[in-house]
């Protein structure tokens, strides 16, 4: 989302497998996105579990691995990282970083799906390949079968921003305009199908507005042609949006989460537009969490559940999440799971009711 870790701390096991990073490790901890991804591991004091019909074994045993289905650097990878970090103190044991990119997410979440169900392999989960892909088009796992919710750790959320030159003086007199003129204006996304255009298409049927979708390959792109004029609006992500706004280069203008967010001071909930009712409850953004493959050990998951409940409550790691832009938000497995449940009934009928299909 500049640190404000009180201080760098030691790292003793910390190990990553992603590309370019096989057995990297850091001996410390720092501000940077650079340390959040060199490394992630630690040594503390143990937590002991039963696990199944083995009473007396006890729980982690032995290294854990977390599979980031993303590159190293990405939202979900860094708060992986942070996450890894904590429970291996927590356990005793390193947690190995294994980057599985590729497919947009699919590749890695397949690969926790199709692992062995016994808390020894961890997936850095996120909204695009379990709530989006298999909407989207056929993906080699059910997310509601093949994948087990341990708990939601955070929220990305999102920011509707205009280049400078565009002129709305507030949120509301930005959608008068827009939706004055059916058809005449642009909105950018990272892609078709990707969070960001189903978070805009739901916000543009909210208040009412016809807008002309204009999909990139990526934020970048998008912001940079949104930042020159040439596209009208896009909502991204507060980590993409926020240094150009902080740069004077966009005009933000509100913020997708219902009770606003710390990583967007100042910026107006969507929610809180009292004289708009479609956008009355409106609280949506790009969530990451920890999942298990399916089947795994009830014990398993409520010791899992439980450490990373300790961990999101640490107010360091909480700042923590907030550096790299992502709103912390703890969710225990049931709360998980029925948040999971009511976002792909939302953006199903998004893609349904926009005729939204896969590139």
């Given at each position: 989302?500049?640190?404000?870790?009180?201080?760098?701390?030691?790292?003793?096991?910390?190990?990553?497998?992603?590309?370019?990073?096989?057995?990297?490790?850091?001996?410390?901890?720092?501000?940077?996105?650079?340390?959040?991804?060199?490394?992630?591991?630690?040594?503390?004091?143990?937590?002991?579990?039963?696990?199944?019909?083995?009473?007396?074994?006890?729980?982690?045993?032995?290294?854990?691995?977390?599979?980031?289905?993303?590159?190293?650097?990405?939202?979900?990878?860094?708060?992986?990282r942070l996450v890894a970090q904590e429970l291996s103190k927590l356990f005793n044991q390193p947690v190995v970083i294994d980057n599985k990119a590729g497919a947009g997410g699919t590749i890695g979440t397949?690969?926790?799906?199709?692992?062995?169900?016994?808390?020894?392999?961890?997936?850095?989960?996120?909204?695009?390949?379990?709530?989006?892909?298999?909407?989207?088009?056929?993906?080699?796992?059910?997310?509601?079968?093949?994948?087990?919710?341990?708990?939601?750790?955070?929220?990305?959320p999102y920011v509707l921003v205009t280049g400078q030159s565009f002129q709305a003086r507030d949120i509301n007199e930005l959608i008068a305009k827009v939706r004055a003129e059916p058809g005449k204006y642009?909105?950018?996304?990272?892609?078709?199908?990707?969070?960001?255009?189903?978070?805009?298409?739901?916000?543009?049927?909210?208040?009412?507005?016809?807008?002309?979708?204009?999909?990139?390959?990526?934020?970048?792109?998008?912001?940079?042609?949104?930042?020159?004029?040439?596209?009208?609006?896009?909502?991204?992500?507060?980590?993409?949006?926020?240094?150009?706004?902080?740069?004077?280069?966009?005009?933000?203008?509100?913020?997708?989460?219902?009770?606003?967010?710390?990583?967007?001071?100042?910026?107006?909930?969507?929610?809180?537009?009292?004289?708009?009712?479609?956008?009355?409850?409106?609280?949506?953004?790009?969530?990451?969490?920890?999942?298990?493959?399916?089947?795994?050990?009830?014990?398993?998951?409520?010791?899992?559940?439980?450490?990373?409940?300790?961990?999101?409550?640490?107010?360091?790691?909480?700042?923590?999440?907030?550096?790299?832009?992502?709103?912390?938000?703890?969710?225990?497995?049931?709360?998980?799971?029925?948040?999971?449940?009511?976002?792909?009934?939302?953006?199903?009928?998004?893609?349904?009711?926009?005729?939204?299909?896969?590139?």
């Open positions: 989302m500049t640190s404000r870790f009180s201080k760098p701390h030691p790292v003793r096991h910390c190990v990553s497998t992603g590309a370019g990073h096989a057995g990297d490790r850091v001996g410390a901890v720092g501000p940077t996105r650079r340390r959040l991804v060199a490394g992630t591991a630690g040594a503390a004091a143990a937590l002991w579990l039963p696990v199944g019909t083995l009473a007396q074994a006890a729980y982690p045993s032995r290294p854990l691995r977390m599979i980031v289905p993303w590159p190293p650097g990405q939202a979900t990878d860094l708060a992986g397949d690969a926790v799906a199709k692992s062995e169900a016994d808390g020894y392999t961890l997936l850095a989960a996120s909204s695009g390949p379990v709530s989006v892909s298999p909407l989207m088009t056929r993906t080699p796992y059910d997310p509601e079968r093949d994948l087990q919710p341990v708990a939601m750790v955070g929220m990305s642009t909105f950018a996304s990272s892609g078709t199908g990707a969070t960001a255009h189903l978070i805009a298409e739901s916000f543009n049927a909210a208040v009412g507005i016809k807008a002309i979708h204009v999909p990139y390959k990526g934020s970048s792109p998008a912001l940079t042609d949104v930042i020159s004029g040439r596209v009208d609006y896009c909502i991204e992500t507060a980590a993409a949006t926020m240094p150009h706004v902080k740069g004077g280069r966009l005009r933000a203008y509100g913020v997708s989460l219902k009770n606003g967010s710390e990583v967007t001071p100042g910026l107006v909930p969507f929610a809180s537009l009292s004289n708009i009712p479609g956008l009355k409850g409106f609280d949506m953004g790009a969530w990451l969490g920890v999942m298990v493959p399916g089947g795994t050990p009830k014990p398993v998951v409520e010791r899992l559940a439980a450490a990373v409940q300790k961990i999101m409550t640490a107010p360091e790691v909480r700042q923590s999440f907030m550096n790299i832009a992502v709103e912390p938000d703890y969710r225990p497995g049931e709360d998980y799971a029925r948040y999971l449940k009511d976002i792909r009934e939302i953006f199903s009928t998004v893609i349904r009711t926009n005729n939204i299909k896969a590139d």
